[in-house]
C-alpha cells in the first residue's frame, strides 16, 4: 500500500448523476419518453427501500426492467457508457495517482457500473480497489443480479449495524475503510488520507481521519446538508472539512 490513499465515492462525487436512476433511461427510451428523467416504478419495487435497504430495491428493478421490457446486458452497459465523467474530476484523479495516491473507490452503487463507467472514460486502471456490491448478468436471461457487498465483506454475511445510523445495512463506509487502512497496519504507515464524498453514508468514514487528513464535502449535496443542519457532526470529525463543487475546487490542493 502507498504511503498516501485517496478514498471516493462514485456516484455524484466521480460521476455527476446517480447510476442507479441513470439506468431508468433504458426503459424511457423503449416507452419514446426520454423528456423524462426517471421512471415510476411500482410502489411494491420502492418500499424496498425502507423494508430492507436501497440493493434490494434495485434487484427488484433490474428484474422488473428484464421481466416488463426484456432488457438484457448490451442496453444496460451502453446505457453506463453515456456517463461522461468531468475532464476536472479526470485530471483530479490522474494527478493523484501521479502524486504517488493509491485509488481506492468505496460505493453503494455495483461493480459492472462502476467499472464500465471508468472503463469508457479510460480511468479503469488507475484504482487499486473498489469496495462495491458485486454485479453480474444472469448468462440465460440476461438479468443484471447484485449481491449485497456484506455477503461479501463478513465472512458470515451479516448486515452492517452502524452505530452511527447513516450507512445502509449492506454496506458501511467506515467499516471498510477500516479494513482497508488495517492491510497496511492501520493509519501508521499512511501519512496522507483524502476522501472525497457527497452523501449521508460519506459521513462514517470522515470520522476515521486524523487532523492531518481531508476530508471534502460536496456542497449542496446530502452530506454537506447534514453537517450544516447538525453542527455536533462536523465536531466529531478531526480532519479539515473542506466544500467542493467541482473538482476544479479540489485540483490546487493536490501537489
Not at 105 to 134: C, G, P, Q, V
Not at 141 to 148: A, F, S
Not at 192 to 212: A, F, M, Q
Request: hydrophobic share 35%; glycine share 4%; with cysteine.
Amino acid at each position: 500500500m502507498n504511503s498516501k490513499l485517496a478514498v471516493f465515492d462514485f456516484d455524484n462525487t466521480i460521476i455527476d448523476v446517480n447510476s442507479d436512476t441513470f439506468v431508468d433511461r433504458v426503459i424511457l427510451k423503449q416507452k419514446n419518453e426520454s423528456s423524462k428523467k426517471y421512471y415510476e416504478y411500482p410502489v411494491e419495487i420502492e418500499q424496498l427501500t425502507k423494508s430492507h435497504n436501497w440493493t434490494h430495491r434495485m434487484n427488484a428493478v433490474f428484474s422488473y426492467m428484464n421481466l416488463k421490457y426484456s432488457i438484457q446486458q448490451e442496453q444496460i452497459v451502453n446505457c453506463m457508457h453515456e456517463i461522461f465523467i468531468e475532464d476536472s474530476m479526470k485530471q483530479l484523479i490522474k494527478k493523484l495517482h501521479a502524486h504517488g495516491f493509491e485509488l481506492v473507490i468505496i460505493s453503494d452503487a455495483n461493480s459492472i457500473f462502476i467499472h464500465e463507467i471508468l472503463r469508457k472514460n479510460n480511468l479503469d486502471t488507475l484504482f487499486s480497489k473498489i469496495y462495491t456490491n458485486k454485479a453480474e448478468f444472469c448468462a440465460t436471461t440476461g438479468c443484471l443480479k447484485v449481491q449485497p457487498f456484506n455477503e461479501c465483506f463478513n465472512s458470515n454475511k451479516e448486515l452492517f449495524n452502524c452505530s452511527t445510523k447513516v450507512c445502509s445495512t449492506n454496506i458501511c463506509k467506515g467499516e471498510v475503510l477500516k479494513r482497508h487502512l488495517d492491510q497496511a497496519n492501520g493509519l501508521t504507515n499512511v501519512t496522507t488520507v483524502v476522501y472525497i464524498g457527497d452523501g449521508k453514508n460519506d459521513y462514517c468514514p470522515g470520522l476515521c481521519l486524523r487532523e492531518s487528513d481531508f476530508y471534502f464535502v460536496r456542497e449542496n449535496y446530502s452530506l454537506s446538508k447534514l453537517l450544516d443542519r447538525r453542527k455536533s457532526l462536523g465536531e466529531n470529525i478531526k480532519a479539515k472539512i473542506i466544500k467542493w463543487s467541482t473538482a476544479k475546487d479540489i485540483l490546487p490542493m493536490i501537489g
